[in-house]
Nanobody, 127 residues
């Protein structure tokens, strides 16, 4: 059974950077599309970015385009989210989630489409 563990969250000043990691165990991530999601206090969980299993397809929410970069290392069974130029409104618990798919060129940021979830890591952007 796929298990996901996020790490890399913390407190950072506005304009700073963080890199989140999503480490998988139990099965290989190579057959899964993976997404990063976030949930701020009092708000619904929203998609931030996603990456396909093998074809390198990526997608981003408009709010993070040009600032965040998603990548994956299938050999390390890990997906990353590099976050630059962080803003206070990026403060949230960040989750990674995975969807098994035979389509190597698809990914999705739809919360309800994802099958497996990590427990999240808190990112706080504040001076």
């Amino acid at each position: 059974q796929l298990q996901l563990v996020e790490s890399g969250g913390g407190l950072v000043q506005p304009g700073g950077s963080l890199r989140l990691s999503c480490a998988a165990s139990g099965v290989t991530l190579a057959y899964y599309a993976v997404g990063w999601f976030r949930q701020a206090p009092g708000k619904e969980r929203e998609g931030v970015s996603c990456i396909s299993s093998r074809a390198g397809l990526t997608d981003y929410a408009n709010s993070v385009k040009g600032r965040f970069t998603i990548s994956r290392d299938n050999a390390e069974n890990t997906v990353y989210l590099q976050m630059n130029s962080l803003k206070p409104e990026d403060t949230a618990v960040y989750y990674c989630a995975a969807l098994f798919t035979t389509n190597q060129a698809m990914c999705t940021m739809r919360v309800r489409a994802m099958e497996s979830w990590g427990k999240g890591t808190l990112v706080t952007v504040s001076s």
